[in-house]
């Protein structure tokens, strides 16, 4: 069954249900949609759509409705003055766009994600994703996939129609979002539903068993939301669902629109116990549903990583009143309880509704659709709140994606700093999502083309220690191979519209490392048609690895008096450049300096051992380490042994034997501190200190090329034991 949705004040993309769909499209395969549109006095009218069987490559499918802010929808955005159809020819000129400066920003890994040939034919991907620790979880708008997180395979791959069906028949499925709540070590996936015969709107709503999302997802439930209008008269559907949680809740918002009109009425919060999914029992599902204010259009819940058990929960929105010069943060208290909203508007840099975006091929049609300014991603850490949305500025008429960090402390929020990512004059920019690390660090990707750039996919991030206002220099991980277009846009190789190529798209801090994040975006392939793609990266500003591989001392020192016991720590650099450091990077070894040793006297033999063992350099044997350049280049892989003295003492020293069962009068430890080099953080803590136990499946997730074999720090017996001396007579 297919139907299409045509308006002569407004082109197809325009209205919230414009689609052409089929209720089971994976059917469709031998299906051509031949679209005969009439241009005429400038205006798109519709005619007579029709299916006829053919050979080759289905151009039927899904185009998932998108309802756009109620101030476009009344300026008739995208309804530009057309001559007639454009037909696709490639410009001259056109060169592959090239990765520019990085900054220390480094591309861990990257892999093909979700793409039109394995989606069962949706348009646009509306790609998004969440990283847990040891996978990757993509959902597109008919799909969902998990990779292995250290190796990108692929090994799961479903129609989310079939995903959602134990929650009940899927009718017409849209909008999937996923995240991974590391608080609750789940995933958590939510698709919008329409029931059009029956008149019903639903949230469907999946609860992974445990971090690994191939242990299934038992907790799924199907949440009716369907209302009456509060200015509308008629039934109110839901779009465009976000969701975010804290420490006690997911929230869900959407977006109501009038099923019948397709105008927007108001929002909604849909707020769930998290206690009531974790607890194995689907029979104890708890959740409110509460109605927002018609200005409250796509208010956007955050990822409160970090938050505490009676945390407030905080959303972040353009403001009704002053558009394009003031941000609303919305804070929700007691979000179990008597759940209170209040907001702060904030002033911020003048922006407008972003225009379409221009690619190679297009003209007065065949642009990339940017949809509004709403706010599609947002987080929050240690009270600063970061939130990204794509606008245009005054200096130029591209479209930009533009970033905000908030100040949630005390009684009234703040804007800390703003940006905008713009390459320069005709670069369009758009679609960005954002997150925030332990660090501190923040990480973003965005889409960007131009009329010489295909659609690509890039990533940026900054630290704290950047300028204001500024992220590093954004790096190029997909480049786009060819001019975008699909069956809601073009009929063969002429243009009929300007196209959908996604509403958002997703990064999500990396739950193994401190300041890694993986990103999903959208770039077009080299297929002729219907030609997205989903490109999967990891990424940080720097991938700085330093570990701690060994530490070597006498297992046994004679004597009663004051004994100099040789020391070396030995370090490996794992990441995939060379480390450089000085004698000064040294410190005092102890408190501070790259390499940090520590001393503990165990001696509860009654030994008499020296409670505060001095520690020190030798400095002898750490300047020739250093050589006559007094500096040290590590390259991948390499080693370096860092040298110390320490003077033990047990005045009452006994034999190594059965009277002595400890065997061991002191345990060393160690550490290594990126940070002393150039202030950026190592990059993966958990080799950075000995004693421990081998990585995870003896590897290191952040491998310099070829990869490298962990096998943890310390004592032999176990491995990960600790490092002893023992003193004897």
């Known amino acids: 069954m297919f139907s299409i949705v045509c308006s002569t004040n407004a082109l197809p993309g325009l209205n919230r249900k414009t689609s052409i769909r089929s209720q089971d499209y994976s059917s469709t395969k031998s299906l051509r949609i031949f679209l005969a549109i009439l241009l005429t006095v400038g205006l798109l009218a519709c005619s007579v759509v029709e299916a006829l069987a053919q050979s080759g490559e289905a151009e039927s499918g899904m185009i998932a409705p998108r309802g756009l802010h109620p101030r476009l929808q009344k300026q008739g955005k995208r309804v530009l003055p057309r001559s007639g159809a454009t037909v696709l020819a490639a410009p001259s000129g056109i060169q592959a766009p090239k990765s520019p400066a990085t900054d220390n920003l480094g591309i861990i890994k990257g892999f093909d994600g979700i793409s039109f040939a394995n989606s069962f034919d949706s348009v646009p991907p509306d790609t998004i994703l969440a990283t847990g620790p040891q996978h990757i979880v993509e959902v597109t708008n008919t799909t969902i996939a998990f990779f292995n997180r250290a190796t990108g395979k692929r090994v799961f791959l479903q129609d989310l129609f079939a995903f959602f069906a134990p929650a009940g028949t899927v009718h017409f499925g849209f909008d999937p979002v996923v995240i991974y709540d590391e608080i609750a070590q789940r995933f958590v996936v939510v698709m919008a539903d329409e029931d059009d015969d029956a008149v019903k709107s639903y949230l469907l709503y999946a609860v992974s068993n445990s971090s690994n999302p191939q242990d299934g997802f038992s907790e799924m439930h199907r949440i009716d939301v369907t209302e009456n209008g509060n200015t509308l008269s008629e039934t109110i559907f839901a779009d465009f669902p976000k969701i975010g ?14 099923s019948e009109s397709e105008q927007f009425d108001h929002a909604s919060v849909i707020v769930i116990d998290k206690s009531t999914v974790l607890d194995g029992n689907n029979g104890t599902f708890s959740f409110n549903h509460i109605d927002r204010d018609p200005e409250d259009f796509t208010l956007m819940p955050t990822l409160m990583h970090g938050a505490q058990s009676g945390d407030p929960m905080w959303f972040v929105i353009e403001s009704a009143s002053a558009l394009g010069s003031e941000v609303r943060l919305v804070k929700l208290t007691d979000p179990l309880g008597d759940q209170s909203f209040s907001e702060t508007s904030i002033a911020v840099d003048p922006y407008d509704f972003p225009p379409n975006a221009e690619q190679p091929g297009s003209g007065a049609l065949g642009r990339i659709q940017t949809n509004d300014s709403s706010f599609i991603s947002a987080a929050w850490r240690n009270d600063h709140l970061v939130a990204t949305h794509t606008v245009s500025i005054d200096s130029s008429s591209q479209s930009h994606a533009r970033w905000y960090e908030f100040d949630t402390s005390g009684g009234s929020p703040s804007l800390i700093q703003q940006g905008t990512i713009n390459p320069g004059a005709g670069i369009y920019t758009y679609y960005p999502s ?6 501190g660090d923040i990480g973003m990707t965005f889409m960007q083309s ?21 992220m590093r220099t954004p790096v190029l991980v997909r480049a786009g191979q060819g001019t975008y277009r699909a069956f809601d846009c073009a009929i063969n190789s002429v243009f009929v519209d300007d196209c959908r190529a996604g509403d958002y798209s997703g990064v999500s801090v990396d739950p193994n490392f401190s300041n890694v994040f993986c990103a999903a975006n959208e ?12 490109w999967i990266s990891c990424f940080a500003i720097g991938v700085h690895d330093l570990a701690v591989t060994a530490i070597t001392v006498p297992s046994t020192v004679r004597g009663t008096g004051v004994i100099n016991a040789a020391v070396t720590v030995t370090i490996q650099n794992r990441s995939d450049h060379t480390e450089s450091f000085t004698l000064t990077n040294l410190g005092n070894g102890i408190t501070t300096g790259l390499v940090r040793l520590s001393v503990s006297r165990i001696d509860d033999d009654g030994e008499n051992c020296l409670a505060s063992p001095t520690i020190a350099l030798d400095a002898g044997k750490n300047s020739a380490l250093f050589g006559g350049g007094g500096s040290k ?15 033990v003492q047990c005045t009452g020293a006994i034999r190594s034997t059965s009277s002595d069962p400890t065997r061991g009068d002191y345990s060393f430890s160690a550490s290594v501190h990126h940070e002393v080099i150039d202030g950026s953080a190592d990059i993966h803590p958990e080799d950075d200190v000995c004693p421990r136990d081998a990585l995870p499946g003896g590897i290191d997730l952040l491998p310099p090329t070829k990869g490298i074999s962990d096998k943890g720090c310390g004592g032999k017996r176990p491995l990960g034991a600790p490092v002893v001396t023992d003193v004897t007579p």
């Open 245 to 258: 949680w804290n420490a006690d809740v997911h929230v869900i918002t959407f977006n109501g629109f009038g």
């Open 434 to 439: 954002i997150d925030i690390a332990s660090t």
């Open 450 to 470: 131009s009329s010489s750039e295909f659609m690509s996919m890039y990533v940026t991030a900054r630290n704290s220690a950047g300028a204001p206002g500024q």
């Open 523 to 534: 770039y077009a392939t080299s297929k002729k048609a219907n030609n997205w793609g989903t």
């Open 633 to 647: 280049a590590l390259s991948p892989k390499q080693t370096a042994k860092i040298a110390y003295l320490v003077t």
